[in-house]
């Protein structure tokens, strides 16, 4: 018996990317305890369509563009996450073991990639 496919083709799904200069100054990091700093990004472009259906990702490069990782990820043993809301991202950067009297020392430039894709709500 033989069977046939059917190739179907999908529309390229809308994205918008952001790229963000991390500096000391640009983006300061904020303190939440000795093992746990963040920083907020502010994006305009944020809404509450990607909170609530679209796809929001973040890539950070600590090598000036050279490579990017996606986040969440342990990058030079610090481990970085994001949470957002409409309007902003806040990068998290944390010791992965979370022991008391460790400290974080990530980098004060970092290059952030921001992406944010349509998506299609399905029930």
Do not use: H
């Amino acid at each position: 018996m033989l069977s046939s496919c059917t190739k179907e083709y999908y529309e390229m799904v809308p994205s918008k990317t952001f790229i963000y200069e991390k500096t000391a100054t640009r983006y300061p990091w904020e303190d939440v305890s000795d093992n746990s700093i963040f920083f907020t990004l502010p994006i305009n472009e944020l809404t509450q369509y990607y909170v609530n259906q679209g796809i929001v990702s973040v890539a950070i490069s600590p090598d000036n563009e050279s490579t990017y990782q996606t986040i969440p990820a342990t990058i030079g043993g610090i481990s970085y996450s994001y949470d957002y809301q409409v309007g902003l991202i806040r990068v998290y950067a944390e010791d992965p073991i979370m022991e008391d009297g460790s400290f974080v020392n990530p980098p004060n430039n970092l290059v952030i990639k921001v992406s944010l894709t349509d998506a299609d709500w399905i029930e």
